[in-house]
T-cell receptor, first 112, second 115 residues
Framework: RKEVEQDPGPFNVPEGATVAFNCTYS??????FFWYRQDCRKEPKLLMS???SGNEDGRFTAQLNRASQYISLLIRDSKLSDSATYLC?????????????FGKGTKLSVIP | NAGVTQTPKFQVLKTGQSMTLQCAQD?????MSWYRQDPGMGLRLIHY???????DQGEVPNGYNVSRSTTEDFPLRLLSAAPSQTSVYFC??????????????FGEGSWLTVV
């Protein structure tokens, strides 16, 4: 079982809609979590970090639920430019080791 | 600020050939890693390094070698290319601070086709 799992989609939503992605993780030792955005034929880029208290950046809200081991990303008032693949990731570190594991990505298409 | 630079961007290899994908970062990051990305499979970790002289295997290390002789460089070697290694390869680097999280920076990717 992959350490980080997410619904691959695709999610096809109209402009202005609110869309939510969820991601579950199996490694309870994971310490930090992130959402990345990847455009077609480009490298992933950090969208936002995820904290237990939840964090908001404009139209984007990320939430971490450690008890249930999932993270979420909410996008409000979707724009055409939000069309991309969204990757969740979990980070774990220990003595002499460090790993960042990614989910397979969720594809979002915002339709005019 | 160059960030993470990986070369080549595109490469076609014949089965059995060897080659090296180069990766360099100028941010003095301790952590560097190589991922491959295939349709429907997401990013899968090949090898990673937590510092110069230290490397370790990721999820899919077979057929690949790495070395980390300097902090800046982390080349990925394909020993004997196979069609199953046709993929997009991403090099990444970061400076993890335990418990605080950090940003991982990716190179622009290398598109490799093995025929």
């Amino acid at each position: 079982r992959k350490e980080v799992e997410q619904d691959p989609g695709p999610f096809n939503v109209p402009e202005g809609a609110t869309v939510a992605f969820n991601c579950t993780y199996s490694n309870s030792a994971s310490q930090s979590f992130f959402w990345y955005r990847q455009d077609c034929r480009k490298e992933p880029k950090l969208l936002m970090s995820v904290y237990s208290s939840g964090n908001e950046d404009g139209r984007f809200t990320a939430q971490l639920n450690r008890a249930s081991q999932y993270i979420s990303l909410l996008i409000r008032d979707s724009k055409l430019s939000d069309s991309a693949t969204y990757l969740c990731s979990g980070e774990s570190s220990g003595a002499g080791s460090y790993q960042l594991t990614f989910g397979k990505g969720t594809k979002l298409s915002v339709i005019p | 600020n160059a960030g993470v630079t990986q070369t080549p961007k595109f490469q076609v290899l014949k089965t059995g050939q060897s080659m090296t994908l180069q990766c360099a970062q100028d941010m003095n990051h301790e952590y560097m890693s190589w991922y491959r990305q295939d349709p429907g499979m997401g990013l899968r970790l090949i090898h990673y390094s937590v510092g110069a002289g230290i490397t370790d295997q990721g999820e899919v290390p077979n057929g690949y070698n790495v070395s980390r002789s300097t902090t800046e460089d982390f080349p990925l070697r394909l020993l004997s290319a196979a069609p199953s290694q046709t993929s997009v390869y991403f090099c990444a680097s970061s400076s993890p601070h335990r418990g605080l999280g950090n940003t991982i920076y990716f190179g622009e990717g290398s598109w490799l086709t093995v025929v």
